[in-house]
């Protein structure tokens, strides 16, 4: 009996709330749960609640937001510059050598490591000025056709020269060594210069089969540079200090045939040897070396 009156006061109950405009479109009876909130619905009065319009009482102004662009200077990669010791009024400094013919210095238009000057390939017309400590010149591929006397003036440490040339003519110098040279050379002309005993290669001529002159008058060598090649015309010694010479200097003391037609041109006036002494020596020549008897 208690139930069934429960049951009769809920249903009247729901039927009040429904019946108020008020309610129904205030609250969803679809989320309201009797059983989990305490809500005396006899006293609830929302007349009087005062229910806030966010449209009209509330503003809200976006701020202008202001941003500064700071726009980086990115800084300008310079070439690096080297920094050159001058060498005088004109020079370009001992980093980077004399100037060329083509406006630049040496070594930039070269590559200079250590002693050695490397041009191979570059198009030259000329041997350029190199740097006084210059010991080995490569200047391979090129247009060089002569060289200048005043090209390796006072190039006293020069060991080598490599122009892949036919001719090398460096009269008047103050060079004490020939630089090793190809096996291409046909004429050599180290004349007027400081060659001594140590300043020739040992048997820096042997394999220049295509060697027709070779010019070292007035030089301190003591001794003939043997062997010559058969292709030989002419050989200048006069006036150094060559003092001896051997029967097979010249000739082949084991073949009595063999002849050297080639070398007519044999000079030795100027030097303290008597060439009388080793007759033997000639045998194969078609002239006597010029030079004192007595």
Known sequence: MRMLVQLVLGLFVLKVVVASPRFSRQVDLDTYDSANYDVDLDNLNLENQDIYDYEDGLTIDDPQVSLEEHEEEEEEELPLKPQLIPQGSGGSGVLMGPDTQKGMPTCLLCTCLG????????????????????????ARYNRITKINKSDFASMNKLKRIDLTLEELVIRENHISQLPALPETMTLIDASHNSIGTKGIHKEAFKDMTSLLYLYLTDNYIDYIPVPLPDSLRSLHLQRNNIQMMHEDTFCNLKDFNYIRNALEDIRLDGNPINLSRTPQAYICLPRIPIGDLI
Do not use: E
């Open 115 to 138: 002693g050695s000057v490397y041009c191979d390939d570059l198009k030259l017309d000329s041997v350029p000025p190199l740097p006084k400590d210059t010991t080995h010149f490569y």
